[in-house]
């Protein structure tokens, strides 16, 4: 398993930008499915994107589709959302999850097995 640890989270106004980043620990972070998923307040956590261990294949939710870009390097054990043109209803806790046995179209929160403790987006309009 790898330890997940996110940052770059913060306050910032609707249409602003900023850069999740999620380090991982352990040696074999290549060969992890990647993915960022979100929670709001009184909402079950939802997939906001997600990335193969190779790169090659990406899955982005409706919603961010457009707006936020994910990306990985994996001589740096990092995976990256990018968020752009945010919006009040991208406020919430988000997640990085990885796993070894899902693909990047897998939605379900419960199917990664390592997470990191979340990183606070808040977006004011």
């Known amino acids: 398993q790898v330890q997940l640890v996110e940052s770059g989270g913060g306050l910032v106004q609707a249409g602003g930008s900023l850069r999740l980043s999620c380090a991982a620990s352990g040696r074999t972070f290549s060969s992890y499915v990647m993915g960022w998923f979100r929670q709001a307040p009184g909402k079950e956590r939802e997939i906001v994107a997600a990335?193969?261990?190779?790169?090659?294949?990406?899955y982005y939710a409706d919603f961010v589709k457009g707006r936020f870009t994910i990306s990985r390097d994996d001589s740096k054990n990092t995976v990256y959302l990018q968020m752009n043109s945010l919006e009040a209803e991208d406020t919430a806790v988000y997640y990085c999850e990885a796993d070894r046995k899902v693909v990047a179209s897998t939605r379900t929160p419960s199917a990664y097995g390592c997470w990191g403790q979340g990183t606070q987006v808040t977006v004011s309009s």
């Open positions: 990335i193969s261990w190779s790169g090659s294949a990406t």
